[in-house]
Structures are given as C-alpha cells and as structure tokens.
C-alpha cells in the first residue's frame, strides 16, 4: 500500500514562493511507468491538477501555472518537492500530491491510484 504525505508552511505570504514536499512510502517514486502529481483545490471550487513528475525525472505542468511552478524530486529520501513563486491570495487552497500508473495530467480523482490526506496552505499578508 502506497501512503503519501504532504508537509510544508500552511500560510505563506503574498510575492513569496510556496514550497510544499510530499514523502512516499510503500513504494518508489522511481518504479516504472508512476506519475506524481500536485492537485490543488481552492475554497469552493474543483479539483486543479498543477503538474507532475514522471518516474523517470521528467516534469510536466499545466499551461496555467508553467512560468511560476517547478517541481522536482529526491530519490534518496523518495520525496518530491512543489515550487510556486509569486503567490497570491488566489494559490490558497487544500494541496494534495497523488501517484498514478501512466502519469496523468488530470483533475479527475478516480484517475490516481493514491492520495495524500491533503494540507491547506493560506496566502495572506
């Protein structure tokens, strides 16, 4: 059984850069043909898929975000790690990271095989 965990700062000011990591276990964020994803869900609305990291490094991010998203990874510790630069009030929202068998740059939940619990982050001064 795969177990995802997101940590990071749950408020982070505005211009500032979010950083969130998520730490797996049950499995390898390096096993073949798995995609990790970020999701994000703000107050009141739908699921946004953000971007992922494949299991062989490649990144992949949603048009929407791409000048202001990075996301990388460290095997040794088998985590993978968000970057969002310049937040605003609008980034606040519940993060989750999710893995999926064929990385999929989807919002729909039954697409992934497993999720983190989520953590909200705030954007405010």
């Known amino acids: 059984q795969v177990q995802l965990q997101e940590s990071g700062p749950g408020l982070v000011k505005p211009s500032q850069t979010l950083s969130l990591t998520c730490s797996v276990s049950g499995g390898s964020i390096t096993t073949t043909y798995y995609g990790w994803s970020w999701i994000r869900q703000p107050p009141g609305k739908g699921l946004e898929w953000m971007g992922a990291?494949?299991?062989?490094?490649?990144?992949y991010y949603s048009p929407s975000l791409k000048s202001r998203i990075s996301i990388s990874r460290d095997t040794s510790k088998n985590q993978f790690t968000l970057q969002l630069r310049s937040v605003t009030p609008e980034d606040t929202a519940v993060y989750y990271c999710?893995?999926?068998?064929?990385?999929?740059?989807?919002?729909?939940?039954?697409?992934?095989?497993?999720w983190g619990q989520g953590t909200q982050v705030t954007v405010s001064s």
């Open positions: 990291i494949d299991y062989d490094g490649s990144t």
């Open positions: 999710a893995t999926s068998l064929i990385l999929t740059a989807t919002d729909n939940r039954d697409e992934y095989d497993y």
